[in-house]
Every structure is written in structure tokens, then in C-alpha cells.
């Protein structure tokens, strides 16, 4: 699950076949979020385009300029890695598009794309029963939570009776 350093390399040296899940964008980010740290703002692809000095700066606000060409090696090993594994999976056609990689196949895990097998996304139901959101995972804004959040004020604007519970650390 993910393109782990380590065991991709040990793997490549032993000949090994391997098939990774992309659940974020490690092999693209030396962060692994694409988001730019000094602002917090979505990472335009510095890396993709061999930005180097703006990744080690991204990386830097957020550790330190000692880690920063650590990190960014390691990012480019991990690229160089993932593009000799048998299949990279993304979780969503975004990833698989970000990321970018040969042998490449979109997986949606336990969810089925309604979209792809040509269905029509549903209308709302209607407003007059109360809709409750929850969300169970780490409280951390890479998650999008602030989106969530968004989405519930939509709702509520149009008149839908929504709630959203949050649970985690």
C-alpha cells in the first residue's frame, strides 16, 4: 500500500513482482500530499516539472532544510521505482491521473463508480428529512475536511436539515 522505499527496492533487487496501491502521492511529492507547505496551497506538480529548488523549499517550511534533499531523493528513487513494478493502482481516476505512471489501472475499493458503469448520479431526496455526515479518520486537513464542512453549508443553504459528526484524533 503505497510505494514504500524500502520494500520496493529490495523487491526490484530480487526481481520481484510487485503491484502497488497509490493512495496518496508519494511517488510524485516528497510531502506526499501535493500540497505546498509555505502556504498551504495546492502544489502546482514542482516535482513533475523538475522544480527541485521549490520542492526542497516546500519541504523545508515544513521539516527542515537538513531533511529537505533526504526527502526529495527519496522521492525520485521512489518515482524511478514505481515505474518498473508490474501495476501501479490509483484509488480514483484523480490519482491515477496525478501520479501518471506506466501500467497504470484505477481501482475503487469498496465503492462502486456509478459514473463509469454509465449510471446518472441521483437526485437529492427531499429536503424535509434530516441528513447526518459522519467522518472516522485522523482530524487533519489533508483529509478535506474543511470541504466537508463546505458541502454541509451548501446543503443547509438550499434548506437541507443536515448534520455532521466527526470522529477521530
Known sequence: SGPVLLPLALAYLRGKTVVITHHLYH?????GLLQYHPNASVCPGHFQARRYRE????VAAKES??????????????????????ANIGIT??????IDLPNQETIYIGVPDRLSAGESIPSLPPASREWVFAYVGRLVAEKGLPLLIEAAKK???????CRLKFIGD
Open 65 to 86: 532544510w537538513k531533511h529537505s534533499p533526504l526527502l526529495v531523493l527519496a522521492t525520485l528513487l521512489r518515482r524511478w521505482l514505481c515505474q518498473r513494478v508490474a
Open 93 to 98: 481516476k484523480h490519482v491515477s491521473r496525478r
Open 55 to 58: 520542492c526542497l523549499g516546500c
Open 27 to 31: 511517488s510524485i511529492c516528497p510531502n
Open 155 to 161: 446543503l443547509r443553504d438550499e434548506g437541507y436539515d
